[in-house]
């Protein structure tokens, strides 16, 4: 504790705040009490990084640890790799203006904030042997929660709520975060079967018409096509022009159609716009 308070004397953007929430591996900055059902933390809107770039910096520890730089950087760029969001190291690239980042720290768990805080904020992880383990934090830093969370879920899965310990039921209510696409049972973001149950009990069941795919959930040892799917559809392909923002914007340009693009005070919203007319019947999609 003593260690967090000089933290916080010497750097102006504290990575970590004394009333942030904790809910497994997730951590929220939160202002006031908590309600029950913990809506206010499952509704809120998650910041996407901006100008195209997830900024990172290496705690002293795990800097001098190349195994350890290498394989956060290694998961970091698997899950970037065809997208328009490039990992980058702040210290590195000159990027010390720009105050949100990721500080990666060896604290003996694995946790990260859910998408972008502003400022410094911290992403842990305990298991570097594992590169999946390593991705499902970065993950969670680009913005996504947990898969069994996600607002489908209930079509594709059961929660036996009656095999998990009242602390620990706030782990499996539901959320709005990034998780809005096709419900992935192989996803790097799911809990495993029994996660958080009674001994010798389920916390999630797959539903009948899924049964095949109860053995897929909670797997550690790949990213799912939908992972990086999602994360590609979010921050953008780079392959396609993105009006000069880091992800996709709502409106889809028209061939034949002239446009501008218009960026609000967060380079973050930007979008396309229409400049002067266009031919008639055209729609906006
Ligand atoms: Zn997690």
Redesign the pocket.
Known sequence: MLALLLCLMVDNSPAQQADDVEI???RFRFDGALDADLSRINQREILPWANGRFLYEFSPQVQQDAEKTEAFENACKQLLANTALKCVNRLQADALSDRDYVYVVAKGS???YIGRQGGKQLLSILNWNNPYKIS??I??ALGW??EHQQPKRNQYVDILFENIPDDHKERFYINDYNNEGEYDFDSV?HYYPTDFALPAQKSIQAKSEFQSYQSMMGQRDHLSEIDLLEIQEFYGDPTVEWCGISRKPEITPISGCSYVCSLDSDPTIGNWVLEGTCNSEMEIL
């Open positions: 497994d591996d997730m694995n946790y990260s499902h934090e993950k969670h929660g947990h973001m």
